[in-house]
């Protein structure tokens, strides 16, 4: 399925200006901002009724990018990065049955402070799946992707079982994948330190 280029604009004309999107992903429908602006991040907090001690993660198009937002990304993660990723070339649906994986980096640097956690990381996901994909490529920042639920509330599965109060509260919710049935799960979490130490936090 391809994405509708209108779609794209309207989506980043909104992030451009601070708003909040719902929008699909790799894994679970999610609610999004730029990551680098932090008074849209507390938006985003406020909107899910979330505190801002707990972190969200962010998507980005490229491994390339990773060391620009940290400080020094440990082997380790490359290595896990190599292990778990698809062809840039693939189309989604090739490679749609493989579980994302989400990196807890430590370090993190140039993403709005509400979004870091108390110890410094930031946790980071590469997005292969085309509509988050063209979002970060276009936005040129990263992109808050964190569950379109209230917090403390059931994660929807695909985009029917997300709740009208979160529909309401976003600036604007995006049209691809709407119809897909397929239920979606959240990514795996590793968390990788610098002595190249890792602790699994969701498989």
């Not at 994948?177 to 979606?184: F, H, S, W």
Request: include cysteine; proline fraction near 5%; charged fraction near 30%.
């Amino acid at each position: 399925m391809r994405y509708d280029k209108e779609d794209i604009q309207a989506a980043l004309r909104v992030l451009r200006e601070g708003g909040i999107i719902v929008y699909p992903t790799d894994t679970v429908w999610g609610l999004g901002c730029d990551a680098t602006d932090a008074e849209a991040v507390k938006r985003l907090y406020a909107l899910k009724e979330r505190e801002e001690s707990k972190s969200m993660l962010v998507l980005l198009d490229s491994p390339a990018k990773l060391n620009y937002y940290v400080t020094d990304v440990p082997e380790a993660a490359w290595a896990l990065l190599e292990a778990s990723d698809y062809s840039e070339n693939s189309d989604y649906s090739e490679f749609s049955d493989q579980k994302p994986l989400t990196i807890i980096y430590p370090g993190a640097r140039n993403i709005a402070a509400n979004l870091i956690a108390e110890d410094g990381s930031i946790g980071i996901r590469i997005t292969h799946e085309p509509f988050s994909k063209a979002l970060c490529e276009q936005l040129r920042h990263p992109l808050v992707s964190t569950s379109a639920n209230i917090s403390g509330h059931p994660t929807a599965r695909f985009f029917r079982e997300i709740e009208q109060a979160v529909l309401d509260r976003a600036d604007y919710v995006c049209r691809y994948r709407r119809e897909d049935d397929v239920p979606c799960e959240p990514s795996s979490i590793i968390q990788v330190n610098t002595d190249g130490t890792f602790r699994i936090i969701r498989e």
